[in-house]
T-cell receptor, first 111, second 115 residues
């Protein structure tokens, strides 16, 4: 069964304290892995799509990496405005329209 | 590109009433999705359209839920005889069929509260 597990559930950082969020997945043929950011009461905001092991993508203080079993979202020198829930989702080769979602990591960055 | 829009942003209704939500996708996107999300959970897939055709519907979706996309542009989601358990955030997303993957872009959501 396709499954996505995110860890930790919650993370509290001091401003400038770098860290990583984990997304472990089991899928019958990965088509794509997606990272989204979600602020309270809003829809998910697209961050990255990764397709194959070894791929990396960066955007400002965020860097996403992918292996055959997991993805990491690295946050370098975070700021309070990076506080949000970060969601990971995958699509499989058989049904790339339906995303399988993790429960998210709630990140709080203190000034 | 104005992004995905949803209307209304908030809806409060009494149990047993019908509600309808609207979604306007990104203009060039031919795929449209509806999701439901409750607190602390990831989005839960409800249904999906390619152009005007509804191609997939979750088994979790009861017959009180119906969705349409009559001209392949905007979509509506109707919930009949609402129940308290229907209280959630209803999210719409769109994507196009070009490119390597089917990256979905989400709207701001409609928060439904059933009293």
């Amino acid at each position: 069964e396709d499954q996505v597990t995110q860890s930790p559930e919650a993370l509290r950082l001091q401003e400038g304290e770098s860290s990583s969020l984990n997304c472990s997945y089991t899928v019958s043929g990965l088509r794509g892995l997606f990272w989204y950011r979600q602020d309270p009461g809003k829809g998910p905001e697209f961050l990255f799509t990764l397709y194959s092991a070894g791929e990396e993508k960066e955007k400002e203080r965020l860097k996403a990496t992918l292996t055959k079993k997991e993805s990491f979202l690295h946050i370098t020198a975070p700021k309070p405005e990076d506080s949000a829930t970060y969601l990971c989702a995958v699509s499989n080769a058989g049904n790339n329209r339906k995303l399988i979602w993790g429960l998210g990591t709630s990140l709080a960055v203190n000034p | 590109d104005t992004g995905v829009s949803q209307d209304p942003r908030h809806k409060i209704t009494k149990r047993g009433q019908n509600v309808t939500f609207r979604c306007d996708p990104i203009s060039e996107h031919n795929r449209l999705y509806w999701y439901r999300q409750t607190l602390g959970q990831g989005p839960e897939f409800l249904t999906y359209f390619q152009n005007e055709a509804q191609l997939e519907k979750s088994r979790l979706l009861s017959d009180r839920f119906s969705a349409e996309r009559p001209k392949g542009s905007f979509s509506t989601l109707e919930i009949q005889r609402t129940e308290q358990g229907d209280s959630a955030m209803y999210l719409c997303a769109s994507s196009d069929t070009g490119g390597r993957s089917d990256t979905q872009y989400f709207g701001p959501g409609t928060r439904l509260t059933v009293l």
